[in-house]
């Protein structure tokens, strides 16, 4: 959570790839000004390289959040097993591998912890998992940080089926939905998320499609300042499985509009407290 962590040592610079020393020199850590969507390319990302499948709207909407972070010099990932750790271990910035179904219990204790060890210096935790680590097996340990109004944000990378593992249908998969491990079509209707958020109290909920690359990393950044101070947020993202879905390549972005536009339209819900707070922080960033 320092450049220490990337800062190689006396001697071994000039062996390490240039994109290695990027990171250090050209990276968006500790700058006054921070990276904008519209400035992708012109500095060192966080996640550039990655083993997804080619057009995977997940990889996409992942390197958008860490785009949005507020400082991901003082940023962790609690993530689990899913495709979305494939990328998110790859990025760089300190990465928490939980056991399957526990990673808002993981991302509390942590929470708590550094709260502790740096109380003069906010770290921003955020859990980044599955609709099948979060919703399914992870339903126990979600809804309770949210109950107890822990201060870190889940992000729920929402594709819909388990598609690390052969196909098979999660509680977030549409009602009727054939895949190779449900044949005979989703029986249930999809799990209302946004809806126990609300129940849950959730001081900061967003519905959001990988659509529109800017709104991405701003509700990022949003979802993160109240989880800082605030309390609990939650953003569900529609991040499409091309291949368990048989999407081609290159309609992976027009399946996301598609959707979008039927029943994943952008939708934010944030507590009064969490407006003031963002009204706030949002009026000092204009004037800077």
Same mark, same amino acid.
């Given at each position: ?23 250090? +020199? ?25 083993? @997804?499948?080619?057009?995977?709207? @997940? ?60 109380? +003069? ?13 979060? /919703? ?6 979600? @809804? ?10 889940? /992000?729920?990378?929402? +594709? ?69 101070? /605030? ?10 499985? +091309? ?25 934010? /819900? ?19």
């Amino acid at each position: 959570m320092s450049l220490a962590n990337l800062t190689p040592s006396p001697g071994f610079e000039d062996w390490l790839p240039v994109e290695y020393k990027d990171l250090v +020199n050209e990276g968006p850590y500790f700058r006054e000004k921070k990276p904008k969507v519209s400035d992708m390319g012109k500095f060192k990302e966080i996640l550039e390289e990655h083993p @997804m499948c080619a057009g995977c709207a @997940m990889t996409l909407f992942i390197r958008l959040t860490f785009i949005g972070l507020p400082n991901p010099e003082h940023s962790i990932i609690v993530g689990t097993a899913g495709c979305g750790r494939l990328a998110i271990s790859q990025a760089s910035i300190p990465f928490i591998y939980g056991n399957y179904g526990d990673t808002n219990a993981v991302a509390s204790g942590l929470k708590h912890g550094l709260d502790i060890r740096f109380p +003069n210096q906010p770290k921003d935790v955020l859990v980044m998992a599955g609709d099948g680590g979060l /919703i399914d097996i992870g339903f126990q340990q979600l @809804m309770h940080s949210w109950f107890r109004k822990e201060k870190f944000t889940t /992000i729920m990378l929402d +594709n819909e089926v388990y598609g690390n593992t052969g196909g098979q249908e999660s509680g977030m998969t549409q009602h009727g939905k054939i895949l190779k491990m449900a044949p005979r079509g989703k029986t249930g209707d999809k799990i209302d998320a946004l809806g126990l958020a609300k129940v849950a109290g959730v001081d900061y909920i967003a519905r959001i499609a990988p659509t529109n690359p800017s709104r991405v990393a701003r509700t990022v950044r949003r979802a993160v300042l109240v989880a800082r101070e /605030i309390g609990s947020a939650y953003i569900q993202a529609y991040t499409s499985c +091309n291949i368990e879905y048989a999407i081609p390549t290159p309609e992976v972005m027009q399946d996301a509009f598609d959707v979008e536009k039927e029943r994943y339209g952008f939708e934010e /819900i944030i507590s009064d407290r969490a407006k003031e707070y963002l009204k706030e922080i949002e009026k000092k960033d204009k004037k800077k």
